[in-house]
């Protein structure tokens, strides 16, 4: 069976460093906003928090937290880590190109985690919460489609 090598698109290479940028700035909005309810009691969240549509009961379970530091905290960090690795879209390193893979590989598994602990621990979904679930997989959906269709130069 004979190897074919991905012949880069141009056109994917187009749209995919501004719309990987836009996915992250709004996912560290929407991290920014759920940090900041998260710190001043989730007073203000605007969700129902009655039946399965509670942010309240999501933003404060214990599943809110890994190892005493909020969830929405790493979200900050993940996405201000994605914003740079968006901005060095056009890099050729090869180390920039599999972090930016990575980062958004890990971003996906923590969403996965986040949404079974909301399914089936807290039988609760969080509509903010959602939006950066949703933002997290488009990026990794946006990324490994740039990689994807990359130069093959490049990933050498």
């Known amino acids: 069976m004979e190897m074919t090598e991905t012949v880069a698109d141009p056109v994917v290479q187009r749209w995919v460093p501004p719309v990987s940028l ?45 190892f005493g530091v909020p969830v929405a905290v790493l979200g900050l960090l993940y996405f201000a880590v994605m914003i740079v690795l968006s901005l060095l879209w056009r890099s050729t390193r090869r180390d920039v190109r599999l972090a930016r893979l990575a980062s958004s590989a890990v971003g996906v598994l923590f969403v996965v985690w986040l949404v079974f602990a909301e ?38």
């Open 22 to 66: 836009v996915l992250s700035v709004l996912g560290l909005a929407l991290s920014l906003y759920l940090t900041i309810e998260h710190y001043s009691s989730s007073t203000t969240l605007a969700c129902p928090d009655t039946g399965a549509l509670n942010c309240l009961k999501v933003t404060t379970s214990a599943q809110s937290t890994v």
């Open 119 to 156: 399914l089936f621990t807290l039988d609760a979904i969080c509509l903010w919460c959602t939006g950066v679930h949703v933002l997290a997989v488009g990026l990794f959906a946006v990324t490994a489609l740039g990689t994807a269709y990359a130069d093959p130069a490049d990933l050498r």
